[in-house]
C-alpha cells in the first residue's frame, strides 16, 4: 500500500495534484506533522539537506485567503533554497503563488533548552523574502491536516540582502509588485503583531517537533499579505521597508506564451 507520506513525497518532486489525503486517511495533528517529517526524511536520502523552518498563518490575510485559522509550521531544505532574481523552472510547479516574507537568519545552532527571548539573540540578520507556496492538492484546497502533512505547501523561497537585526520589526510596509504593478500592499504588524512573536512561535514548535535549528538556517515568518498567483513569464518584488527588496521570476515552459 502506498502510504500517506510517499503519495506526497511523489507529488512534490514530480508536481503532480493529488486528492486531499484526508478524503481516505483520516490523521490527527500530530500525525499530520509526522507525514511532514516523512516527506522530508525522504528528500534527505535522495540528497537534500535542511535549510530553515517557516511559519504558515501567522497574519489574518492568510488565514482568510486559506480558510485555515491556526499557526502551523513547515521544513525548508536545500531544493528550494533560490537565490534572489532567479528564474524559476515552471515545469518543477503545479499551481505555484507567491507572497512576501520576513526572513531571520542564524548565526548559531539555537540550543533546544534555551526560551524563544534567549534564541532571538541567536539571529545575526533579517532581510525581505519572496515564498512560493504550491499546494499539492487539486485547487489549492485543503483542511488544516492535509496541509499540515504537505510541509505547509512549501515550494521555494529567496531571500534578498542580508540586513543586522538592529531595530524594530513591527509597523513596517510590506509591497508585493508583479511585472512592477503592486499587487499585494501590507504591513510586518499583520505577522502575529511583530515577525519576532512569529520567529519565537517557531523556536517553540520546532522544539516541540524535535527539529533543530541550527547555523546557518533561515525562519520565515509568514505572509503579512495574501499570495498571488505566480504566473509564468511574470516578474515579482517584495519590499519590506528599512528591510530591502527581492526578486524572483517564473520562466516560460514550452514557449508560446507570453
Ligand atoms: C500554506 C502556507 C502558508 C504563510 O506564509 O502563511 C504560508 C498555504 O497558504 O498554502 O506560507
Ligand atoms: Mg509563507
Redesign the pocket.
Known sequence: MTEPFEILFRAQTTATAVPQLTADTPFDLPGAYRIQRAVAELRYAAGERPTGF??????RA?MQQ?GVDEVISGLLSSSMAWLDGDIVDPTTLIHPRI?P?VVFRLGRDVDPQESADSAAGAVDAVAAGL?V?D?RYADFKFSLVD?VADN??AAGYAVGPWQPPAGDLANRGVVLEVDGAVAETGSTAAILGDPWRAFAAAVRLSRSLDVALTAGQVI?A??ATA?VPFRPGTSVRATVSGLGTVTLALGVSGGGSS
Open positions: 517557516k511559519m504558515g498563518f501567522t497574519s492568510k486559506m507572497e516574507e515564498e507556496i499546494s496541509v505547509a505547501s520565515l509568514g505572509a499570495a
